[in-house]
């Protein structure tokens, strides 16, 4: 009878160590370092890379991260901005002058790339 091991539910939900691999792919600073750190043989670690499963979830988590990631920059915008601006009444005319060049520079991208966005969305409607 051929049985399988825990670390290998085909076409399952994923294993404790699975989902383990997973944190640590998304925290490490490379795959051979997530591997050694769930202590997983090459062949079993990179064989849950291929399994669509696993990388179902490990997209769900790196997208799940992303977005707590961009929150936190957004948080961090509006104080930002704000220190910029108060960085124009700067006695130094040099920050004064480097402030106003980053909120220019800034600005414009963002009018730039609400340009672009509303010409997508406008494209997009037409193609529907």
Known sequence: M??????SVPNGPLTTRQQMA???????????????????????????LKDPNFQEELS????ALVRQVVNRLR???GQATEKLLA???NERPSVQLRSAQ???????RA????????RLSAIEVKLR
């Open 22 to 48: 997973i944190v640590e792919i998304l925290s490490s600073r490379s795959l051979e370092e997530a591997r050694k750190r769930v202590k997983a043989a090459k062949g079993t670690f990179y064989g849950w």
């Open 2 to 7: 051929n049985r399988l091991s825990p670390d």
């Open 60 to 63: 769900r988590q790196k997208q």
């Open 87 to 89: 960085l124009l009444e």
């Open 102 to 108: 980053t909120i220019l520079d800034y600005g414009f």
């Open 75 to 77: 948080f961090g915008i």
């Open 111 to 118: 009018v730039e790339f609400e340009d672009i966005e509303g």
